[in-house]
């Protein structure tokens, strides 16, 4: 550093002898005075001009000359900062490629998109899966290469969809689930899966279990038939009385088994197009609920608010699963003396929501994820042999399907409200007749 003001200082003290001497012997002041300022500033002038000229070819090394003034510490710390820079370049280049080779040899198809959903890279299994060739297809909207209605309502909204299920444009009878990830801002992560094995084990496991339930039916319903008849019989002992009761109670819960996974097969299908399913009446609906109730003794606990004039589409046995299990649930583990809140209403952003509340045991924060799961039956259920745990795996799935969601808010030891939100395309409302509170003497 001593160095290089010290340099500084001989240029000052070269100019200022230069002057004073030109000075004595011209004895012009003013001339020596722009002589020698003058060319100490052309001197400075070019020392900045050769750095300006190896900054802008970039600095590099192999130019790297030296300035014993003070031009030379920012060259020197220029220097020092690119060999940083190139450092890090490097690594980053190192890092890149790896990623880069591990991205390729993903058995899933990734594509890079960027804000105009133009394709900016792709892996190997992109060929393959999605028809997509690199470097061919790079620079091109995805939309105009893959032409599926679906994928583009996904690819102007990605939030509104966890994954779509299509066919792949290279063999439609191969399944691929696509999941599109925004990253880095305005850019997207598509991902895509061959699922078409997952999708025919599901399947034959769906028809699998539609198929036997439907088997058991018959001879069910014979051995339910013979129960009665063994009912009317008076010469039954006290014992075989008991049996027969235990018989018949069991045969019961098999036959609601039976449908519950009949009924489970059935609503785990594909999720309905928007405009899909009947114009249910909810009031209609309503009754039949109520008359698929007609086990329960204490129904009339039932407070049921709903309006008129509300339509529904969707499939009409499975929105009376929906009730059915959800209200049914309410009556069976809350307190017979607390009353079951029913309700259809319309939300403020135009979707409508069923819900079910009660005063009942409620159900601990760390359970309320895992009772939508199939055959999970809480400790009451288990104990008891009431339920058979497919009741709000039904309700879940079924709401699923409609485009529908199930919320669930419990407090243990105060009640649970579960609530089944429908999106506004499903509902309307027909000619206006004001909301009615029923009366269950009316069923
Ligand atoms: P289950 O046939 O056992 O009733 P569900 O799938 O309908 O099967 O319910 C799963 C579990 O969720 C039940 O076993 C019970 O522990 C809990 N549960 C459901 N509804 C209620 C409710 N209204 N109050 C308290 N617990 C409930």
Not at 20 to 41: D, H, R
Not at 66 to 71: A, L, M, T
């Amino acid at each position: 550093m001593a160095n290089i003001w010290s340099t500084e200082a001989w240029a000052i003290v070269i100019t200022a002898c230069a002057l004073i001497l030109l000075g004595e012997l011209s004895g012009n002041w003013f001339f020596a005075c722009a002589l020698t300022l003058g060319a100490y500033i052309v001197w400075l002038y070019h020392r900045l001009l050769k750095l300006e000229h190896w900054i802008r070819k970039g600095t590099k090394a192999s130019q790297f000359y030296n300035d014993r003034g003070f031009v030379g510490i920012i060259i020197h710390q220029l220097y020092e900062q690119k060999k940083v820079q190139n450092r890090r370049k490097r690594r980053t280049k190192r890092l890149l490629r790896r990623l880069n080779q591990n991205i390729s040899a993903l058995p899933d198809a990734t594509v890079l998109l960027n804000g105009d959903l133009q394709i900016e890279w792709c892996n190997e299994p992109a060929r393959y899966l999605l028809n997509l060739r690199s470097p061919q297809d790079l620079g091109n909207k995805i939309s105009n290469l893959i032409r599926d209605p679906e994928l583009s309502t996904y690819l102007n909204d990605p939030q509104s969809r966890e994954y779509i299920e299509i066919g792949s444009p290279v063999d439609p009878g191969i399944v691929i689930q696509i999941k599109i990830a925004a990253f880095a801002g305005n850019q997207f992560l598509l991902i895509a899966r061959n699922v078409s094995d997952q999708k025919q084990l599901q399947e034959s496991l769906k028809n699998f279990v539609a198929n036997a339930s439907h088997e058991l039916k018959s001879p069910l319903t014979v051995i339910a038939g013979h129960l009665e008849m063994l009912e009317n019989e008076n010469n039954l002992s006290e014992s075989g009385q008991r049996s027969l009761e235990i018989a018949e109670r069991q045969t019961e819960r098999m036959k609601e088994l039976i449908q519950g996974l009949l009924l489970l097969s059935q609503v785990e299908s594909r999720r309905l197009d928007p405009g899909e399913g009947d114009n249910i009446p909810v009031a209609e609906l309503m009754v039949n609920v109520m008359a698929g109730l007609d086990k329960y003794e204490d129904r009339d606990r039932i407070e049921l608010h709903y309006p008129d004039d509300l339509y529904l589409l969707g499939i009409n046995v499975e929105i009376e699963g929906i009730c059915i299990n959800l209200i049914e649930n309410s009556l069976k583990y809350a307190n017979p003396e607390t009353p079951v809140r029913v309700r259809w209403e319309t939300l403020s952003n135009g979707e409508f929501a069923f819900s079910v509340e009660d005063l009942g045991p409620g159900i601990e924060a760390e359970e309320i994820p895992r009772i939508t799961e199939r055959y999970y039956r809480g400790a009451k259920s288990r104990v008891e042999a009431t339920g058979s745990g497919l009741g709000l795996a039904i309700v879940k799935h079924a709401a699923n399907k409609h485009g529908a969601r199930l919320e669930i808010e419990s407090t243990p030891d105060h009640g649970s409200r579960f609530c089944v939100t429908f999106p506004s395309y499903r509902c309307q409302r027909q000619a206006h007749k004001p909301s009615r509170i029923v009366n269950l003497a009316e069923y």
